[in-house]
């Protein structure tokens, strides 16, 4: 398996003000992906980067969010490869059996034993 990408996300019901926090601090909003479905809600992705090349996620839920969460995005080439190596040290994902499928990546939010998280994402070619 090859990572091919890695950085924080930060899941907030915050959007706007984190937006303009990370605007302050030099980062540009690159895209939105909207629409994203997964357990019964839906979700928004904000891909944000900085003139040093570094980017950030922010991840604005249909669900309430009662404080903010902060994981790695972590962009795989195999996605399978990666979250059996995830499980096989006792990471869970937090949509059970369920991924997250839109028409250009396979994700899943992977959750350690204790308690951070790594959403794996592979980008379809």
Do not use: W
């Not at 909003?29 to 980017?55: C, L, P, Q, S």
């Not at 902060?70 to 059996?97: H, P, S, T, W």
């Amino acid at each position: 398996m090859k990572i091919t990408g890695f950085n924080p996300f930060i899941a907030t019901a915050r959007v706007d003000d984190t937006i303009r926090l990370f605007e302050t601090l030099g980062f540009e909003k690159r895209h939105t992906k909207e629409g994203i479905e997964i357990a019964d809600r839906e979700d928004t992705v904000i891909r944000m980067k900085d003139a040093n090349g570094f980017y950030l996620d922010i991840l604005k839920s249909s669900d309430e969010v009662s404080h903010d969460l902060v994981g790695i995005r972590m962009n795989v080439d195999d996605f399978d490869e990666a979250c059996a190596l995830l499980q096989a040290r006792g990471f869970k994902n937090l949509y059970g059996d369920q991924t997250v499928d839109t028409k250009t990546s396979k994700a899943a939010m992977m959750v350690s034993p204790s308690g951070f998280m790594i959403s794996v994402i592979q980008h379809k070619k």
